[in-house]
């Protein structure tokens, strides 16, 4: 499977595993999963031509590492990102001081007014290093990167979670919070 195969199919991963199960049939537990057999013959059904060793390296080489196998590699999901309602199980985690989040000029004034929502996601995204936030802001644009200030929104009750791939989740950022 080359480069450009294995982006169509991780993409199309993405949007049945985050936003549009009902797209090719699944039904996603509470947590997220599927079990693996029934995601192949469902993505299959849909023409990609996916076996479990090409999903397994999707799975081990997604840039992003949206992806997860529970420990026995029975079931797959999304690590983060859905617009559909499920429970990803994540524990509170005390945040860094800081953490980015890459965007572009169109929703500056936006985000000025209203801060940082997490849409029809169910959270918001926040990353460590100004790398990445620049890597996400690219994706439309020139990135602007803005500077959350974790460690206050903290002390004043927000709630931090770490998805396994280390982006950070939050429920809102409130413009106070935020470095333009």
């Known amino acids: 499977m080359n480069e450009q195969q294995k982006r169509k199919i991780s993409t199309f991963m993405s949007l049945v595993l985050r936003h549009k199960p009902q797209e090719i049939g699944l039904q996603l537990d509470e947590n997220g999963w599927i079990s693996v057999p029934e ?4 993505m299959n059904s849909k023409g990609n031509n996916l076996d479990f060793e ?8 997604n840039d992003k590492k949206r992806f997860a196998f529970n420990d026995e590699k029975t079931k797959i999901r999304a690590r983060q ?8 199980a994540l524990q509170e985690i005390v945040p860094p001081e800081i953490l980015f989040h890459g965007t572009v000029e169109k929703f500056i004034s936006e985000i000025k007014s209203k801060g940082l929502l997490k849409m029809s996601r169910q959270h918001v995204h926040l990353s460590k290093d100004k790398e990445t936030a620049i890597k996400v802001g690219s994706r439309r644009g020139n990135p602007i990167i803005l500077i ?12 931090f979670y770490q998805s396994e ?9 409130p413009s106070n919070y935020i470095q333009f």
């Open 39 to 42: 995601f192949l013959d469902k």
């Open 54 to 61: 090409s999903l397994e390296e999707i799975v081990d080489t």
């Open 81 to 88: 990102g859905h617009s559909v309602t499920i429970d990803l």
């Open 148 to 159: 959350v200030d974790c460690a206050k929104m903290h002390q004043d009750g927000f709630k």
């Open 165 to 173: 791939n280390d982006v950070w989740l939050t429920n809102t950022v």
